[in-house]
């Protein structure tokens, strides 16, 4: 009969079972995969006018009929106000002889358009069908809408009253982040936006492209009567001057205080340097989510959103916070102290992804989750090419394709460290505190 008290190993071959486990669940965390992104192909060519047209493409998008085309533009303005009417013009009741807005008149052949801007760039985008029976249409409607679009003075007086009203705080935070120093005497005050003023942008525009970019599959007969539409609608196209604007960033820190009363906003701008590589990126995205993440968790702030404008010249970002009624001056001590004044988080000592190993790794994790959902759509990818690569520049959107996978499963604390002290200018950061 055994005896039941009996340990089943000896304490020597217990440690070696031990050690044994240890050493097993290392190895498995060292070769566990890293994460997966797809890797898009990349095909270019050259319209009949000579515009850069870069199609982006992957093996998930074979089964998908959704394309994405992106006509982009960098036409020199520091009038903001005009480069904003003219797009929501555009994307109105544009098309001659209709009354109807261009994304009404899609939408029955499976299609869309949007538009961006910022201070050194624009972009039409449409979002359409390969489906030969809605391509061929859509292309049709594309081209009589974009080679002469018109602006219809009805539209124009409706679109100046609603902006009268309600002005962007993007374009506010612009003016005072950035200035012209060949005009020194410059104020925020633009002249008067007239209906021939969006006509002679649009104009600027055509003459001021960058690139065409095709995201999604295509058969070799969408892609015949794909790159027709665009020679047709590019025929007038002219490359953009690549000489850049003299602009330049406050280099002073500022605090602008509006109206009286109890504070109820703050809206603040902070200038970037150029982003040159992938690694750049990243880490702007895991500082931007450490920011929000950070804000929204303070008990005086109801919600705080941030955008991050990655231009290729002057990049910037700029942030608005919402206060919320319960704040009081005096708070106890030990709620005062959990309060985050949110300018510190441009500090890179202070940025709490930096301080805690650990925050940074569960805000790591948490973008290769999201990343791994993004890349695969035809939409993300149109928006890095449009509003984070510079096919000019160091990171254009085919580097981007082939370095993004590797920088994202290589990423450390080390590197993040290293690359946000040389990416955020707090000298220039601009605060404008709105009170009721």
């Not at 071959?13 to 890797?39: D, H």
């Not at 979002?127 to 029976?133: I, V, Y």
């Not at 005050?189 to 003023?197: F, K």
């Not at 981007?400 to 950061?429: C, I, R, V």
Request: glycine residues 2%; negative net charge.
């Amino acid at each position: 009969m055994s005896d039941s008290n009996k340990p089943l190993f000896s304490r020597p071959v217990l440690a070696a079972i031990m050690l044994f486990c240890t050493l097993a669940i290392w190895l498995l965390n060292l070769t566990a995969p890293a994460n997966k992104f797809p890797t898009p192909n990349v095909e270019t060519w050259t319209t009949t006018s000579g515009i850069p047209v870069i199609w982006l493409k992957q093996e998930q998008w074979q089964a998908s009929d959704k394309l994405e085309i992106r006509f982009a533009f960098r036409a020199s303005t520091r009038n903001m106000p005009l480069t904003q009417t003219t797009l929501a013009l555009l994307m109105s009741d544009s098309l001659p002889l209709s009354t109807a807005s261009i994304n009404q008149r899609l939408t029955p052949l499976a299609a869309s358009a949007s538009s961006y801007y910022d201070h050194e760039r624009q972009s039409i985008g449409v979002t359409l069908s390969n489906e030969p029976q809605y391509l061929m249409p859509t292309l049709s409607l594309l081209s009589n809408w974009l080679k002469a679009p018109e602006f219809k003075r009805r539209t124009f007086d409706n679109w100046q009253r609603q902006q009268h009203a309600n002005p962007p705080v993007q374009h506010e935070l612009e003016e005072v982040l950035f200035f012209d120093p060949t005009q020194p005497d410059e104020t925020s005050e633009h002249p008067a936006i007239s209906l021939q003023d969006v006509a002679d942008y649009y104009q600027d525009l055509t003459t001021s492209a960058s690139a065409i970019f095709i995201i999604g599959d295509m058969t070799p007969d969408s892609k015949t009567a794909i790159q027709d539409a665009i020679n047709n609608i590019s025929q007038d196209y002219r490359l953009a001057n690549q000489t850049t604007e003299p602009l330049q960033h406050a280099l002073l820190s500022a605090t602008i205080q509006q109206q009286e009363g109890e504070l109820w906003q703050t809206r603040s701008a902070l200038a970037l340097s150029s982003i040159t590589s992938v690694t750049e990126w990243i880490s702007l995205q895991i500082w931007g989510a450490d920011m929000i993440a950070t804000l929204n968790q303070q008990p005086h702030i109801d919600f705080a959103q941030l955008a991050l404008i990655l231009s290729p010249q002057n990049p910037w970002a700029w942030w608005s916070i919402q206060y919320g009624s319960n704040v009081t001056t005096n708070a106890p001590t030990d709620d005062v102290s959990r309060f985050i004044n949110a300018k510190s988080l441009i500090f890179t000592e202070q940025v709490p992804s930096i301080k805690h190993p650990k925050t940074f790794q569960t805000l790591l994790d948490d973008f290769k989750q999201q990343l791994e959902q993004q890349s695969l759509s035809p939409t993300w990818w149109s928006n890095i090419a449009t509003q984070v690569t510079n096919q000019n520049g160091s990171l254009t959107l085919e580097k981007f394709a082939a370095d993004y996978q590797e920088a994202m499963n290589n990423f450390s604390l080390e590197e993040y460290q290293a690359t946000l002290k040389t990416l955020l200018k707090p000298s220039s950061y601009q605060e404008i505190q709105v009170y009721q």
